[in-house]
């Protein structure tokens, strides 16, 4: 009997915590499949930190496989699902399709950056929901002060020294406070000529910082950003965004080159695609976390609108606490529809939240006991390292080593504005600008998603490829150690080498390799018959010796040696001859039958001697040669010294 089929798609709190929990639960009595587009769990609490260059991105994140051995993993993006015939349809990281067959599906694809009708947002705008857009952030803001510093221009400075983050909840508060601290350390080291420092304002429709948290909370949070001199302003939001600056409601206008949007978050459009029951989006479940109706269908997380045992008539928030426990009580539930244990139904306890606001300060209130200062930042890093899965011991590192050392103002460059668009089904992934996968599903304004007719090609980032030394994508690399370098083996026609006269062909072209230094080169050493003399005119090869007009692929004509040389092969398969730098060709390549340029002599390896004579003849034991090659090594008997080759 074969055993039952689990397939989980998605790898956030929920997705990652099921696939944890299930597979302990089976005990190898089930095969579970984990669908993401990446290969590890974000910790997403901790991406302020990322942005603000405390932690480096891999500590944030969680190997998938290293941290889940009993469940198989698999890259790529579910782009429908076909609850009747069993089975979800995925496309992979490199565009290829896939299908995955279930007999228990579990979603929780999680959510992604909401948007509101404002003009302009979703084009100057940039979310916060996956590391592309942290180290986006961390570049792009660290670009402009640089650029800020080096301007005369107030008006310009005042722009690119001014960072407008919208939406003033979890996120987006950590975000201005620890970004205010970034931009004050590196302006502290390099004051601005016009003597101003970084603004960060922080916006919201909301009466308070936190609308979301226990009041007290709340209080501390926008106590601590106003003493750093953040400009908190409750009520106000974006009405038109360009980019030059924002228009606010309140009828000001600020201008600005950096508008982050932490708003809120939407679930993921995948489950809008399967035409059940939604609330704001949400998939509509029980308090098992089963779709009604859908013995077979499970959803968790973000997706997934669970109603709220304690607070009748409601549903639990879109939250990393309430998804994590969601995944606990899911597997339980998917165990128990396999005859593993018992169902539960889901409850929970509030038991505190906890903000990071950078250096000692934090506000938190675990189990509802209001803190601030540093008590309360000992207690959001404690609980952070509680509850990360892995890496535990390398972000305390990271922390202890910013508490003592300054941190590295620099802008790696590795993602591009256009690679992280507001509007994405997939803000883990970046995206490149004109691949298929740029708004193709959401509407135009980037990314593909996890809906239909998205597609999922994704390319170097276009920084990575015009960094490499020959221009282009094809990650082969240079020779070294040779003047000009080596050819590129296996470029397009054979592109000689560089900074060399007549250029050098490429290694996979019929002829073979030219010997380094001398002109009219050496063929290749692999081929049969043996190697050819390097320093006597009669031991070049055919095609290297001067040759009489005659017609492209006819026979050559009869050596004074007695050994009729054999024709060289003009197939189709041939490659055409390498331009040299200035045009020219090879002495190698050079078609037979092309004459020299008027005033260039035929180059010779001997002075003096007739370029025709093919010198001595070779002993009677001299073995006969190969095709296209020349005689094999033989020792001089007309008393000239040898030449040329090394």
């Not at 226990?214 to 409750?234: F, I, N």
């Not at 209001?370 to 959001?380: E, F, I, K, W």
Request: hydrophobic share 30%; charged share 25%; proline share 12%.
């Amino acid at each position: 009997m074969s055993r039952p089929r689990i397939v989980i798609v998605g790898a956030g709190f929920a997705g990652y915590r099921t696939a944890r929990t299930l597979s302990r639960l089976t005990r190898h009595q089930a095969d579970i499949t984990l669908l993401n587009p990446t290969d590890y769990f974000l910790y997403l609490p901790l991406l302020p930190q990322v942005a603000a260059g405390i932690l480096e991105p891999r500590r944030v994140s969680v190997s998938l496989s290293g941290t889940l051995p009993r469940v198989r993993l698999v890259l790529g993006e579910a782009d429908g699902i076909d609850l009747d015939g069993h089975t979800v349809h995925y496309t992979d990281p490199e565009g290829g399709a896939g299908t995955l067959p279930f007999d228990r599906l579990v979603l929780a694809a999680g959510s992604v950056n909401k948007l509101l009708p404002i003009p302009g947002v979703a084009e100057h705008a940039h979310g916060f929901r996956g590391l592309p857009e942290a180290l986006y952030l961390r570049d792009h803001v660290t670009r402009q002060v640089e650029l800020a510093a080096a301007t005369g221009d107030r008006a310009e400075c005042a722009a690119r020294c001014t960072f407008v983050v919208v939406g003033a909840g979890y996120t987006g508060t950590e975000v201005a406070a620890h970004g205010q601290m970034y931009t004050e350390a590196q302006v502290r080291g390099h004051p601005m000529r016009t003597g101003m420092r970084p603004r960060w304002m922080l916006l919201d429709v909301a009466p308070r910082v936190l609308p979301e948290m226990d009041e007290r909370l709340s209080r501390t949070a926008e106590r601590v950003l106003r003493q750093r001199g953040v400009d908190v302003r409750m009520g106000i939001s974006v009405k038109e965004a360009t980019h030059e600056g924002v228009l606010l409601t309140d009828g000001s206008t600020v201008d600005t080159r950096t508008l982050v949007w932490c708003v809120g978050v939407r679930p993921d459009p995948l489950v809008e695609s399967l035409g059940l029951p939604l609330e704001r989006g949400r998939l509509l479940v029980d308090p098992h976390l089963q779709v009604p109706g859908r013995p077979e269908l499970f959803a968790c997380g973000d997706v997934a609108a669970v109603p709220d045992l304690e607070r009748p008539g409601q549903y639990t928030p879109m939250t990393a606490q309430h998804a994590w426990r969601h995944g606990k009580v899911c597997a339980h539930n998917v165990a128990a529809s396999l005859g593993l244990g018992e169902r539960r139904a889901y409850r929970h306890r509030d038991r505190g939240f906890v903000v990071d606001l950078g250096g000692a300060k934090a506000a938190a209130n675990p189990f509802g006991v209001p803190l601030s200062g540093p008590v309360a930042g000992a207690v959001t890093r404690g609980y952070h390292l509680a509850a990360m899965p892995g890496n535990r011991v390398r972000v305390a590192a990271d922390w202890l080593l910013d508490s003592v050392l300054p941190r590295q103002a620099v802008q790696l460059g590795l993602v591009r504005s256009g690679s992280v668009p507001l509007e994405s089904a997939s803000p883990e992934l970046a995206r490149m600008p004109g691949s298929p996968t740029t708004g193709e599903k959401d509407g135009g304004a980037g990314g593909g998603g996890k809906g239909p007719d998205a597609a999922r090609d994704h390319k170097p980032d276009t920084a990575s490829v015009a960094s490499r030394p020959d221009g282009g994508g094809s990650g082969r690399e240079p020779g070294r150690g040779r003047p000009g370098g080596d050819p590129g083996k296996g470029l397009p026609a054979g592109e000689p080498a560089k900074g060399r006269p007549g250029g050098e062909p490429a290694r996979n072209q019929p002829g073979g390799e030219p010997a380094k230094g001398q002109p009219g080169g050496e063929p290749a050493r692999n081929q049969p018959g043996g190697e050819p003399a390097k320093s006597r005119p009669g031991g070049e090869s055919a095609k290297s010796r001067p040759a009489g007009p005659r017609t492209a692929g006819a026979p050559a004509e009869p050596r004074t040696t007695g050994r009729p040389a054999k024709p060289r092969s003009t197939g189709a398969s041939a490659k055409p001859p390498a331009a040299g730098p200035s045009g020219g060709r090879s002495r190698s390549d050079r078609p037979h039958g092309t004459p020299r340029s008027a005033g260039t002599p035929a180059p010779t390896r001997s002075a003096g001697v007739p370029p025709g004579d093919p010198g001595p003849e070779p002993p009677a034991d001299q073995p006969p040669p190969g095709p296209d090659i020349a005689p094999g090594p033989v020792r001089r008997t007309d008393g000239r010294a040898a030449e040329g080759d090394s």
